[in-house]
């Protein structure tokens, strides 16, 4: 069992055995999107063995933090799975090219298999892993990272790739590390390790996602116990919106968020058809035509009777799923530009984002 804080049951460890409720809380946050965590979790259970991860508050003892995380194609992903040395020797090539030793690792996202990557790094580095993350789900672009809505001097990264190529960019702008790796991934292997920092523990703490392992483990586990779609919504925090047939499935390229499409259910209960954009995630949904959940929420796809979380690309028409909606980061909320950085309109979809239920967006977040 993972090791709490008593007074407020925050993760402090991570154990072999809560390395199947990291991965499945990781595929929810996933959002449709974030790669398939099984072999990811699979590999966290045999590293561990007997160990204990340490995971450390954001406002911590950790002085000097790296941001791991996965780019390119999950698909590839899947079927060219990491050797267990990309983002340990990524990490390492950040230390050697800025001359900083990381004395903490963060999961650049929470969602997918960038979650139980994050702790592997950790454990392969010998190393914390810090209680956050950079959105508080999956997202496709890394100048969608918490880290960069504010301007930052300087980024240093680097990239391994599947084919092991290494790559360090120091840029002034995290577009350019997007256009530097997209390219280099496209043409070796289809997807790479990538690690970012040293980020002081300081600057890191206004600008990371509180709470997210520990948020992932308790979603795992709280959907381990779910018995259906409805108690799934419940123990998890969120509400279903739908549940019911797929009548329509649509998809194709988009320049922005890389694949573009849509899927539509109509809802067993009530009649209503539920249409869900998605992105490389689910990010925007509309019951007979009105929004409903919009990112930053954590909309999320699962099949009606497994549980599982479905992910866009295998979505068909016949399936009976359902749709639930998690509450986002109050991260993203809290100011009009964070908003903007990962509103519908970021991923392509002229719409307005969604406020949940009882959150007031800063003013100006919505146009």
Partial sequence: MHQGDPRDGAVTGLQAGDAVDLGRGTALLGCGGGGQVDHMVHALRVALGADTVPVVPLDGPAHSVIAVGLVGSTTVLEEKTPSGRELPDALAAVERW????????????????????????????????????????????????????????????????????????DAPDPRDLETVWREAVSHSGGWAAFAIGPVDAELLAGRAVDGSVTRAVRTGRAAGRARDVEHLAAVSGGRLVARGRVLDVQRGGDAV???????????????????????????????????????????????????????????????????????????????????????????????????????????????
Avoid: N
């Avoid at 592997?120 to 810090?130: E, I, M, N, R, S």
């Avoid at 950079?134 to 809505?149: C, H």
């Fill in 98 to 169: 800025t001359g900083r030793r990381a004395d903490a690792v963060v999961a650049a996202q929470i969602g997918g298999v960038t979650g139980p990557a994050a702790a592997l790094t950790a454990h392969a580095a010998g190393l914390p892993l810090v209680d956050a993350d950079l959105v508080g789900r999956a997202t496709p672009r890394i100048d969608q990272l918490s880290l960069f809505v504010d301007p930052l001097p300087t980024v240093t990264a680097a990239a391994v790739t599947s084919s092991g190529l290494r790559i360090v960019v």
């Fill in 257 to 367: 968020s890389f694949v573009h499409g849509s899927m539509a259910i109509r809802d067993a209960g009530t009649g209503a058809v539920v249409r869900v954009e998605a992105g490389s995630e689910w990010v925007h949904c509309l019951v007979d035509g009105e929004p409903v959940a919009s990112t930053p929420s954590c909309i999320v796809v699962v099949d009606a009777r497994s549980l599982r979380p479905v992910s866009t690309d295998r979505a068909r028409v016949g399936d009976e799923l359902a749709v639930v909606v998690l509450p986002g980061a109050p991260w993203w909320w809290a100011e009009p530009h964070r908003t903007d950085r990962v509103a519908p309109r970021a991923f392509g979809i002229d719409a307005d984002p969604v406020p949940e239920p009882g959150q007031r967006p800063a003013r100006g977040g919505v146009r």
